[in-house]
């Protein structure tokens, strides 16, 4: 069964910073064949890209966030992070761990949720105004 398991939520402060982890398991392939992404939703926004990695490293990142979040992965614990810092309240909503195979991926599409296969379940990520 594939899983996609997102960890590291919370209560966060303003100004504060939290870091994510996104453990995948029973991927069809090696874990640096994918392109594995964050994206966030709230009950006032549709699922949004937030950030994107692929197996050699390159990172892509939404406006939003660039120079706030920053991806890293894992390969031997086949897990990816996020690293949020200057959280602001503004990024309150359920964080995403979504996974698709790099090869079936546009370029200029690495932030669509709709490119993604596999998902999570979401991990709520609360910023105190």
């Known amino acids: 069964e594939i899983q996609l398991v997102e960890s590291g939520g919370g209560l966060v402060p303003a100004g504060g910073s939290r870091r994510l982890s996104c453990e995948a398991s029973g991927l069809p392939g090696e874990f640096g064949e994918f392109l594995i992404g964050w994206f966030r939703q709230t009950p006032e926004k549709a699922r949004a890209g937030l950030a994107a990695i692929q197996g050699d490293g390159r990172t892509y990142n939404a406006d939003c966030v660039k120079g706030r979040f920053t991806m890293s992965s894992d390969h031997a614990r086949s897990t990816v992070y996020l690293q949020m810092n200057n959280l602001k309240p503004e990024d309150t909503g359920v964080y995403y761990c979504?996974?698709?195979?790099?090869?079936?991926?546009?370029?200029?599409?690495?932030?669509?949720?709709?490119?993604?296969?596999?998902w999570g379940q979401g991990i709520q990520v609360t910023v105190a105004s």
């Open positions: 979504a996974a698709n195979e790099l090869g079936e991926i546009v370029g200029g599409q690495e932030l669509r949720p709709e490119v993604f296969d596999y």
